[in-house]
T-cell receptor
Framework: AQSVTQPDIHITVSEGASLELRCNYS??????LFWYVQSPGQGLQLLLK??????LVQGIKGFEAEFKRSQSSFNLRKPSVHWSDAAEYFC????????????FGGGTRVLVKP | DSGVTQTPKHLITATGQRVTLRCSPR?????VYWYQQSLDQGLQFLIQ???????AKGNILERFSAQQFPDLHSELNLSSLELGDSALYFC?????????????FGPGTRLLVL
């Protein structure tokens, strides 16, 4: 069965500093990978997704992610964090064999220091 | 605003009771998904419907059931509620049922079982 691991439960970063959130997946075939963001009291918003092609994917709000098959990773990055980026971030893998089911990681909560 | 609506926003009820959560997908979307977000289990896929038919099932308890109506809205029924059912329940929708499709999430229904 597929699984997603986000090793960091919490990350604190200063405003203007760079951010990298780690995501490792386990999946038997070529994965469909997603990053979602959940702001306090809100639903999940898609930041970006990877299906195939270029392994560096650009998303909204200045985020990007890189797919590395050899490391089974799909890490999310942002060069310069804004206070509004404080939120919880979820990595997910789509399962081709079960409809369009998403399996989520445990999430990483990002705190932004002024 | 994702275009997915969920009602009610909050629900407080007692153990043993039954509740119904409602979801209206984005206009034109045929697939509806239900997810549960709890502190101990994280974000878990419950069930998917496509154009009125059940498409995939996840870790959904037998006390829980769902359906999708001809107008494509969906309802999640939770019965014989237990304290552990307290969670945030998300509905998501997508155009079709392909794993490459983006799922758009609603704001969620927060259920508290006392």
């Amino acid at each position: 069965a597929q699984s997603v691991t986000q090793p960091d439960i919490h990350i604190t970063v200063s405003e203007g500093a760079s951010l990298e959130l780690r995501c490792n997946y386990s999946y038997g075939a070529t994965p469909y990978l997603f990053w979602y963001v959940q702001s306090p009291g809100q639903g999940l918003q898609l930041l970006l997704k990877y299906f195939s092609g270029d392994t560096l994917v650009q998303g909204i709000k200045g985020f990007e992610a890189e797919f590395k098959r050899s490391q089974s990773s799909f890490n999310l990055r942002k060069p310069s964090v804004h206070w509004s980026d404080a939120a919880e971030y979820f990595c997910a893998v789509g399962d081709l064999n079960a409809g369009n089911k998403l399996t989520f990681g445990g999430g990483t909560r990002v705190l932004v220091k002024p | 605003d994702s275009g997915v609506t969920q009602t009610p926003k909050h629900l407080i009820t007692a153990t043993g009771q039954r509740v119904t959560l409602r979801c209206s997908p984005r206009s034109g979307d045929l697939s509806v998904y239900w997810y549960q977000q709890s502190l101990d289990q994280g974000l878990q896929f419950l069930i998917q419907y496509y154009n009125g038919e059940e498409r995939a099932k996840g870790n959904i308890l037998e006390r829980f059931s769902a359906q999708q109506f001809p107008d494509l809205h969906s309802e999640l029924n939770l019965s014989s509620l237990e304290l552990g059912d307290s969670a945030l329940y998300f509905c998501a929708s997508s155009v079709g049922q392909d794993s490459q499709e983006t799922q758009y999430f609603g704001p969620g229904t927060r259920l508290l079982v006392l």
